[in-house]
């Protein structure tokens, strides 16, 4: 049994354990999602076309990661919705950036690495590098729209009688907490991640402007910011979005 085996098998118990049924199917969105990218990535190796499999790929996505993750299906409906609504906004954001950052394809680093091999495999590298940045903004998108849609939910059934007002006000408030722990999160992803570049340009005495213009930290500094954006945008419109089906399906129980 190989580590990485291990590693799942334990995953899997402790989600079921703690989560119990949710957290079975969470574990199920795991697997599913990590199916699903690696059916992207070859799907998009026999040379399909790219901007085609993004808007069929976000989607899936978002269904797999908040409707299996999520047992309640007004949560997870409201937060499919702004997160679609978000995610459709920042691939316009990713798509004229990445056009003028100019930071697709391989860097020097990779030179030994691809000795021998060639570096043209007929697909458009640009088109890639948009693909790899909005596909690595679902996870904190979903996952914010997810946390705040639960937090208004909660407050609603404690308080039944709230204004449309008060729970725009609620989340809100409940927005900032998740914006502050999504920032952490990201920022120590990304340090974790390239900690050993920052090795290779410290050891290699690299300049300030060489690393500034540096194709692969350019590149994880920009999908940082795409997914800051995109928790940023979730705040406003997962509150807006359920503050309303609220008070929409309050006043037709009442009409009746």
């Not at 040379?47 to 007004?74: A, E, M, S």
């Not at 909005?134 to 705040?148: M, R």
């Not at 999908?223 to 406003?236: K, R």
């Amino acid at each position: 049994m190989s580590t990485l085996t291990a590693l799942i098998i334990v995953l899997a118990i402790l989600m079921t354990i703690i989560g119990g049924e949710t957290g079975i199917r969470s574990f199920f969105s795991v697997l599913i999602n990590t199916l699903l990218l690696i059916l992207l990535a070859v799907l998009i190796s026999w040379g399909i076309n790219i901007p085609l499999l993004i808007l069929i790929f976000i989607p899936l996505k978002l269904v797999t990661i908040i409707f299996l993750g999520t047992h309640d299906y007004q949560v997870a409906k409201n937060s499919f919705y702004s997160s679609m609504v978000v995610c459709l906004l920042v691939s316009v954001i990713i798509l004229g950036f990445e056009y003028i950052a100019q930071a697709a394809g391989l860097g020097p680093e990779a030179g030994e690495i691809l000795v021998g091999l060639s570096q043209m495999p007929g697909l458009s590298y640009p088109l890639i590098a948009v693909a790899v940045a909005i596909f690595s903004t679902l996870g904190a998108v979903a996952e914010a729209a997810v946390a705040i849609s639960s937090g208004l939910l909660e407050i609603k059934k404690h308080n039944p009688k709230i204004t449309y007002d008060e729970l725009r006000s609620s989340g809100t408030k409940i927005g900032n907490d998740v914006l502050g722990t999504a920032i952490n999160t990201i920022l120590f992803g990304m340090f974790g991640s390239c900690f050993s570049l920052f090795l290779w340009y410290i050891r290699l005495n690299y300049t300030l402007g060489e690393i500034f213009n540096e194709k692969m930290l350019v590149n994880e500094a920009l999908i940082i910011v795409y997914s800051l954006i995109g928790v940023i945008l979730t705040v406003p419109l997962t509150t807006s979005f359920l503050a309303k089906s609220m008070v929409k399906r309050e006043a037709r129980n009442e009409n009746k």
